[in-house]
C-alpha cells in the first residue's frame, strides 16, 4: 500500500482534532546510533551527546546469548559508582506482575550496590491503571516478604491512581507544543501529574524491561513515568494518540509521536532520573542498560527489536495465543491480539486462548461493557457519542478489535480480521462486548501445532513476542513521527 500525504489545502477532522498535513519529502529524522549495529556482547559503556553533554551508557547485550547474574551485577555496581547517591533518598519505579523481569535479582543487585549509600531505598510499583498488587503478590514481584507495603526497611509502594490525592501537578504541555511534538496530529493542552511519592525522594531510577509496545511503539524508558504513575489526564491522551495511529502501525515502531510527548512530560520531573532498561525472555537477561532513560531505553529498543520480533513471509489466517497466567483479565491479555495483528492476513482470526481468564477488566470492566470492542472509526464516526469516555478506555477497544472499517450511513463495522475468545468469560459476555466466542474446553493444543504451511500458528505464552511480515521490515532506530502521521491523515481522506 502506498501512503501519500494529502494537499496543503486540505484537512481532515479526527475525533475533534485536526489532522494537519504533512509535506511527504520532509527528512526523518535519524537516531545516533549508540553501539552501532548489534554483534555478539556490545561494548560495557559507550558514550553519547543528551541536552548539550556527555552522557554514559553503561551495560551491555547480546541477541545471541544471556548475560550471567555477574555480569548484571557488574552493570549495577559501575552504575551505582557513577551516581552521586551517598546519603540521599531512592526510589527505583518498577514493573507489576504483568511484564517478565528478573526483579528478585535486580532488587537484590541494587541492594547489594546502592544499600549501604542511600539514607531510603523504596520502590513504587507502576501499575498505570492496572489494579493494586496484594502483599503475596509485591511478595512474589520482588522475591522478599512483604507485609503492609513493606520489606524490612523498605517500602514497595502500590501506585493508588484511583485516588485523585496520589498526584501532583507538574504542569502542562500547550496545545502549540502537542501540535508539534505529535506533527500536527492533535492539539490540546495536556495537565501532566504524576504521584507525588516522587517529591519525597532525592533521586529517581526506572528499572524496567523492554518490548515492542501497541501504543508506544516499544516499552520502557519514560513510560514507566507514563502511563506508569501519571494521572488520568496524560494517560488518557496518550493512549488515545496511539490508537489514532493504530496498533498495526505503532507497534514495534522506533521513535513515535507518544513516544515524544511522554519524553517531553518526563522533561518536567523536578529530580535527577536516571533507568535500568532490560532486554529479557523466559531464559534470562540478554541486555541491561543504565543512563538517562531517553538513552538506556533508545539502546534497550535496538536489542528488543532483534530478541522481541519475529519476521514471517506470508500472513497466517488463523492464530492461537495462548496467554500466560500473569494476564488475568482481557485488559492485559489484549495482547495476545496486539502483538500478532501485523501477521495476520485479511479476512483471519486471532484467538485469545485463556481458560483461566474470566474478567475483561478488573478496573474498567463496567465501561468497556458499555462500549464494547470496536475498530477505530466506529468511534471516530460517532464522536458526539463516545467523545465523553476515557480515551485509554477507547484505546484499549480498538487495539484488541484491531483495524477495520465502519460505515456511518449503514451503522455497518468491517473489521479486518476476527478476534475470538477462548476464555473463561461466558458467550454471552462475549457476544455482548461484539468479540467472538470459543469453547476452551474444545480446544486440542496438538491439533493446532505444526501448521503453520498451512496458515495456522500457535505462539506458546503470547504477549511479549511481535510478529510482523518480512516485507514491513524497517530500520527500529529511526523516527517515525512523520511516516506515521502521515498515513493517519491519508487513512481519513
Known sequence: MVWRARPASQRTVLAGWSVASVSICACELELTAIFGVYGRVERLAGIVEHSGEKRVVIGKGSAERNLSIDEMGEIVAQAAQSEHIDGKRVLVIIPDGTRTMPMPAMFSLFHESLGPRVKALDYLVALGTHRVMSDAELSQLVG????????????????HWEDPNTFVSLGTISAKEIRELTRGLMAQDVPVGLNKLILDYDQIFICGPVFPHEVVGFSGG???FFPGIASPEIINFTHWLGALITNFEVIGSGYTPVRAVIDR?????????????????????AGLYFGAPEEAWKTASRLSAKKHIVYVERPFRRVLSVMPQMYRDLWTAGKGMYKIEPAVADGGEVVIYSPHLTEISYTHGKLLQEIGY??????????DRFKEYPGGILAHSTHVKGLGQYDAATGLETPRIRVTLATGIPESVCRSINLGYLDPATINLDEWRNRENEGILVVPRAGEILYRLQKDREPVDRDKSLALTVKVADQNR
Open 374 to 383: 470496536h475498530c477505530r472509526d466506529y468511534f471516530l464516526k460517532q464522536w
Open 265 to 285: 512530560a518526563a522533561s518536567m520531573i523536578p529530580k535527577p532520573v536516571s533507568c535500568f532498561a532490560l532486554v529479557v525472555g523466559r531464559e534470562g537477561v
Open 144 to 159: 522478599r516478604p512483604v507485609k503492609n507495603e513493606m520489606t524490612g526497611e523498605t517500602h514497595v509502594f502500590n501506585h
Open 222 to 224: 519514560n513510560k514507566y
